[in-house]
């Protein structure tokens, strides 16, 4: 049973940083692409950072290039998030998804396989 539990969320100023984990199991996790994606009320789900299964390809939302990175660590099945510069429109709930995919990575959320369950990122001004 494929298990993706996301941690590292909370409550932030403007301009502070946060990191965000996804603990992995039941897969083998360096064969899968990963992923965060965010979704706030109302409005819909946000590619936000991609990793390939390898680590050497990445990929990033618009809105948080150059902000946020996305590092993976296969020898500990975990994916994570660093988000710097945070501004009030990141508020957010952050998934971490992963895809079958052996090389590459997706924007699009279909090409997901497995979802977390969410974590709360709220970025006060």
């Known amino acids: 049973q494929v298990q993706l539990v996301e941690s590292g969320g909370g409550l932030v100023q403007t301009g502070g940083s946060l990191r965000l984990s996804c603990a992995a199991s039941g897969l083998t996790f360096s064969s899968y692409a990963m992923a965060w994606f965010r979704q706030a009320p109302g409005k819909e789900r946000e590619f936000v950072a991609a990793?390939?299964?390898?680590?050497?390809?990445?990929g990033y939302g618009d809105s948080v290039k150059g902000r946020f990175i996305i590092p993976r660590d296969n020898a500990k099945n975990a994916v994570f998030l660093q988000m710097n510069s945070l501004q009030p429109e990141d508020t957010s709930t952050y998934y971490c998804a992963a895809a079958p995919m052996a090389m590459g990575w997706s924007r699009i959320p279909t090409a997901y396989e497995y979802w977390g369950q969410g974590t709360q990122v709220t970025v006060s001004s």
């Open positions: 990793v390939s299964g390898s680590g050497y390809s990445t």
